[in-house]
């Protein structure tokens, strides 16, 4: 029983949408919030936040990366 | 929120319509837990101060581990019933209604509480008519500052809630989705305009590192930043009225998972940014428009916009709470742990009438009590469902652990990661999962804080369980069934008909695929060989 991989998408969806427009906001977002609070201080709170504001933005957007390429795929009849 | 209960049938076996979508189910989710942190802002920077980010990153930590448990269990087993019918499942009977009993109190507690913070942000226009909320404190006795508007605000809006719930109208799958997505877009809006109109990372840094409170007041505050996460578990109530949801649930609930993640550390670390922790602490009815009105050049509208939008949400979320106990007992009936009475289904309006009257009776009653301290009406309330919360977790993941081993012959569509593969002697292999024995040992962390730092709960909550005991004990002693054992299930034959109502059919086929050669390895006839 393993892992069943997520079919392929159908459409673009607004879940997409909302979720690619997160992910572009973040990554900006946690640069912001590392290159401040250090400027301020070193303190472990500005860079964890900061870091996982990019972690997040950037793992979204390499999941979106991922369906986007798999959707054009689907539409180009290279789906397999 | 979607289909009814009582779908066309005014016995206790009635089916749900499977209706929602994947923006549906992630919405209804969102309706839930996005609320949360509307309450939670106020309550966990007045009680961490300047260590706020950190106590909603360190729960948020705990949380996503629940949330990967919840995502494995809601795609395998995607039935209504969630927390309570996953004990049921791996724990049995008893320790099932235990599960129940803890998830009736957050449903019961979500109704009160919500219900209360909605009229707190809808009391945010209270100045623009001319009228301070102040005014309306009396003090009598031992009652101090019991304010006497905010309460029948409250206790009105939860029996408008019953009344519509008996009545059996609620708003429609689609508006939950728009709602879902205006507050979603606002709540992104707020972090990311605050972050770059007004964020001031000196004031941050400064009250993290001089304001940081004693580790007591932290451990109070981290406990009560889980309150901000909790309703994750709304998706997989909603599993049995999912299409497909063996795709959808994971893909749903992920995405969820990390965006209340960042939202909820992202308020906290914009609101110090912005404020001193003493401002929020004094605005704990409304911090959200609070934040959102301190934010320049957009504040004049963004305040009361989400003032107004917070009223809406918490509303609905508060709907939730009465949807949530009439579905959970509902299936508690079904599976004999509570009366029949619970499940009993008003046939002209085909609701579950009984199960809404009571639960809501007691919402009203917990709100008028938590009202009588005063001041601390969030903070009471919240206590509460903490407790309830991560008392309900701690079975969830026993449970998902239990089941990897009792049962795992189900697939998985999701499994939370790093497991250790093991093959037993009839040539199952079970996955041991070493992440969720980490997420054990970080709830039952955040279950023994709630117990040591939170007054009202070590008393109230472990009240109620016992309460609920006893009525149990009665309940099954007089129908002649075990107390402390379990019914007799054919859960083989229950997971069947569930994946084939969910027309999960490449599942269902690997499911009796796995039966089969489990029986052949014990040398026994499968009964599911002639359906193959």
Avoid: C
Wanted: hydrophobic share 50%.
């Amino acid at each position: 029983m393993g892992r069943r991989v997520l079919p392929p998408p159908e459409r673009l969806t607004v879940l997409d949408i909302a979720h690619i427009a997160l992910a572009l906001l973040m990554v900006p977002l946690g640069v912001l919030i590392i290159v401040r609070t250090v400027a301020v201080a070193v303190t472990a709170l500005g860079l964890l936040v900061g870091a996982a504001f990019i972690a997040f933005g950037g793992y979204r957007l390499w999941l979106a990366g991922s369906r986007l390429r798999l959707l054009w795929q689907r539409r180009g009849g290279t789906d397999r | 929120m979607s289909a009814g209960l009582a779908e066309g049938a005014t016995s206790t076996k009635v089916g749900l319509r499977r209706e929602v979508t994947i923006w549906g189910s992630y919405t209804w989710g969102y309706a839930d837990v996005g609320a949360d942190i509307y309450v939670a802002l106020g309550l966990v920077i007045g009680a961490a101060q300047g260590g706020a980010p950190l106590a909603f990153a360190l729960a948020g930590l705990v949380y996503i581990l629940i949330g990967l448990a919840f995502t494995e269990l809601a795609s395998s087993y995607p039935v209504a019933g969630g927390g309570q019918y996953y004990s049921l499942r791996g724990l049995g009977d008893f320790f099932g209604f235990l599960s129940g009993a803890a998830l009736l109190l957050d449903y019961t507690i979500d109704i009160a509480l919500f219900a209360t913070a909605s009229t707190g942000y809808a009391n945010f226009f209270l100045p623009y008519l001319g009228l301070d909320i102040g005014r309306f404190a009396v003090s009598f006795g031992p009652i101090q500052n019991l304010n006497l508007l905010w309460v029948g605000e409250t206790v009105a809006m939860i029996a408008l809630l019953i009344w519509l719930n008996v009545r059996g109208i609620r708003e429609s799958s689609r508006v939950n989705e728009i709602i879902g997505l205006v507050d979603l877009l606002m709540e992104m809006s707020i972090v990311a305009f605050g972050f770059v109109l007004a964020w001031k990372p000196e004031l941050l840094v400064r009250q993290f590192l001089t304001e940081f409170p004693s580790p007591e007041r932290f451990l109070y505050g981290f406990s009560l930043a889980i309150i901000s996460f909790v309703g994750l578990e709304s998706i997989s109530q909603a599993a049995q009225e999912t299409r497909r949801p063996a795709t959808v649930i994971p893909r749903t609930s992920l995405a969820l998972i990390f965006t209340v993640f960042i939202l909820a550390v992202g308020f906290s670390t914009v609101g110090l940014g912005i404020s001193p922790w003493q401002d929020f602490a004094a605005r704990e009815s409304d911090p959200v428009a609070f934040l959102a009105a301190n934010i320049p050049y957009l504040g004049i509208l963004a305040g009361p916009f989400a003032a107004f939008l917070g009223a809406t949400i918490l509303f609905i979320s508060a709907n939730t709470g009465v949807m949530g106990d009439s579905r959970l007992v509902f299936s508690m009936s079904h599976f004999r742990l509570v009366s029949p009475w619970f499940g009993y289904v008003d046939p002209q309006h085909r609701t579950p009438r009984n199960a809404i009257l009571a639960f809501g009776g007691v919402a009203i009653a917990l709100t008028v009590v938590a009202f009588l301290t005063g001041k601390l009406v969030l903070d009471t309330l919240a206590n509460l469902y903490a407790f309830g919360a991560t008392f309900g977790y701690i079975l969830v993941y026993i449970s998902l652990i239990r089941l990897r081993f009792q049962d795992p012959y189900t697939p998985r569509p999701y499994k939370v990661p790093l497991n250790i593969r093991w093959r037993r002697k009839d040539g199952a292999v079970v996955e041991i999962p070493l992440l969720g024995t980490l997420g054990l040992l970080g709830v039952a962390s955040i279950f023994v804080t709630v117990l040591i730092t939170h007054d009202i709960a070590r008393i109230a909550g472990p009240a109620w369980l016992l309460a609920g005991l006893i009525y149990y004990a009665i309940f099954r002693r007089r129908n002649r069934l075990p107390v402390l054992g379990s019914i007799e299930h054919d859960w083989e034959k229950e997971q069947v008909e569930v994946l084939t109502n969910a027309e999960e059919y490449d599942l269902l086929e690997q499911y009796k695929q796995a039966l089969i050669r489990r029986d052949r390895a014990r040398g026994a006839h499968s009964r599911w060989e002639e359906e193959v």
